[in-house]
């Protein structure tokens, strides 16, 4: 990394929960401060090839992250940016299914058809309604789990720009919104009660990095 550049993982419980580092100049003048979604590839190389072809932009072309793996940046054909993980020496999140970990990803975006082709032909994921779900709300499954969805546009409206929403999980959304307001945090939304589903909110953190809480309604 260049002068300046620090990366600091965030471990939780001994695993690693996530990352941070410090934004490029030229990464700045294109994006403002944001979560990346990285899913998880066999080969960087060929996936990055495929998602062009299928009509995706590649941001940035493959390339080693020293022995840890190899990473690509792709712009989805709605518009919406993500990034890939091809696996060396790390394979990224160690820890799942606890608070304070990554449990869900939302695909916000203006052409929901478009992007349902796309990650099921990148991909092979499931994209589909649930079941006595009238809202539009698109769920996806990858190998029969499911990991995220895509809300019909109409949910968000046009003035949120194409993006993936990330969710961490917590034991209490309301107590887990005011900690995030007290430390900083711009609340856009929530806590917002989904019935059979929980409870949510949007944030935005003091840089501006905006996320989501997400408490399971108990079983």
């Known amino acids: 990394m260049g002068p300046g550049e620090i990366y600091t993982i965030f471990k ?3 695993g690693d929960a996530a990352a941070a580092y410090t934004m490029r100049e030229q990464e700045r003048s294109m994006a403002p401060t944001h979560w990346n979604l990285y899913i998880a590839v066999a080969d ?4 990055a090839k495929k998602a062009a072809e299928l009509g995706a932009k590649v941001l940035m072309q ?3 992250v020293m022995t840890f793996g190899r990473m690509a940046v792709i712009m989805d054909p709605t518009g919406a940016a993500f990034c890939i993980w091809q696996a060396k020496d790390n394979i990224g999140t160690s820890i799942g299914h606890e608070p304070g970990t990554l449990c869900w990803s939302d695909l916000y975006t203006g052409d929901v058809p478009r992007a349902k082709q796309f990650y099921e032909a990148l991909f092979g994921w499931e994209i589909a309604l649930g079941e006595n779900d009238k809202s539009g709300y698109l769920h996806i499954k990858n190998g029969g789990e499911f990991i995220g969805g895509i809300p019909p ?3 968000k409206g046009d003035s949120i720009p194409p993006n993936w929403n990330l969710y961490y999980l917590v034991t209490d959304c309301a107590a887990s919104t005011e900690k ?3 430390l900083g945090a711009r609340i856009f939304e929530g ?3 989904l019935e059979n589903v929980g409870k949510f909110s949007v944030v935005a953190d003091p840089q501006g990095a905006v996320f989501s809480l997400f408490e399971p309604e108990a079983k």
């Open 44 to 47: 960087a190389d060929q996936t």
């Open 191 to 193: 806590p917002i009660e």
């Open 180 to 182: 995030a307001k007290s």
């Open 153 to 155: 546009r109409e949910m």
């Open 62 to 64: 493959p390339f080693d």
């Open 12 to 14: 939780l419980n001994g």
